[in-house]
């Protein structure tokens, strides 16, 4: 099985610190499953090249959190996913094959995502029109992209339970390795979904995300995520709430989000993102006399339509525009309460492909 994404854009943040940029988001993702030993094992690998199509400085992002870059810090920017985003295998089989009712599973990653949080924003159906990260992806899902994982999990048609430990640590800059250098399973992390009919999926989890120094520093922290995706015909949406308590603090830093995507018909999509955000001085790269913590919010609306298919390949035209508010103290970086910004691209989704051989499994 193989799906992905290409989204060609246009992105300009307005305001003393926004920026513009031409580039590309995207992604591709290969599943393999074979039946063995009374399972199935599934090997999965993901890929991007926004590495190349982004730069390493990523793309500009209003009140998105600060990366490393060339020996320096940037902020207000969202970094690019990292050329190897998975690669996994995963095992798994009923525990009773007279009953069909439960089986276990073990999933083990060189790169790939723990049991934390829901699944990443790009492959949500309530985010399939829209190219950007949320602001609380840091505090969310961010963790889809861990560099060394080990899961097991046992689970039904209606719940699912699992356990990780993992690599807390945060990839570097340099986005075509595998970051191995001082890694260590220092991480953990459990997750329950329940998913009480074809529409919903609900998911709690909490992790510890051990101290991890270098590129992207950051203390010990406990992470904390509930989430609710709901699917009903043309209508997806999707309600997270992240937080992350640092250990040396106890403060609860809040993320929420409300995330929609509405087909109107084949061709035509809106699309919508409303988030609450709770930054620190030091993610927004703040000096001076402003808060510690500082709450922030965005507002976003976008509107796609879909062009003619070429060879099976779908193309989709797309605009999207976001307002964001920032309290009073933040008025100075950002030149106003309200600071606005814009994107446009053409999307390229190809059909999801499956070989006969894979179809027989």
Known sequence: MLHGSVFGQFVQEFGQRGNYQVGSVNWIM?????GIGGGTLRARMMASAEYFTLTRAGYPQLLQVSQPYRGTTLTDRMHPHELFSEV?????????????????????????????????YMHRPSAVHDPTAPLGHHS???????????????????????????????????RTNFDYRGARFDSYSARATVNPNE??????????????????????????????????????????????????????LNTALIEANLDLDSRNAVFGRAEYVTRTSDELALVGSVSEEVPVGSVALGYARRLREVHGVGAWIGARGDVDFVPEQLRLFYGSRTP????????????????????SH
């Open 340 to 359: 606005m910004g814009f994107l446009v691209y053409l999307q390229l989704r190809p059909p999801l492909m499956m070989s006969h051989s894979m179809m």
């Open 199 to 252: 529409r919903w999926s609900v998911s709690g989890s909490a992790a510890y995300l051990a101290a991890s120094t270098g590129a992207h520093a950051h203390e010990s922290l406990h992470r904390l995520e509930l989430s609710a995706l709901h699917v009903a015909g043309r209508w997806s949406t999707s309600f997270i709430w992240g937080a992350n308590v640092p250990t040396e603090t106890r403060r609860v």
């Open 88 to 120: 996994s295998v995963m095992y798994d089989r009923f525990i009773n094959p007279a009953s069909n009712t439960w089986s276990w599973s073990v999933y083990l990653a060189a790169v790939g995502e723990p049991a934390l949080g829901p699944v990443a």
């Open 30 to 34: 290969a599943d393999a499953s074979r």
């Open 140 to 174: 969310q899902d961010v963790t889809h992209e861990s560099f060394g994982v080990a899961t097991l999990g046992v689970f039904s048609t209606k719940v699912h339970l699992e356990a990780s430990i993992f690599n807390g640590a945060h990839p570097d800059e340099v």
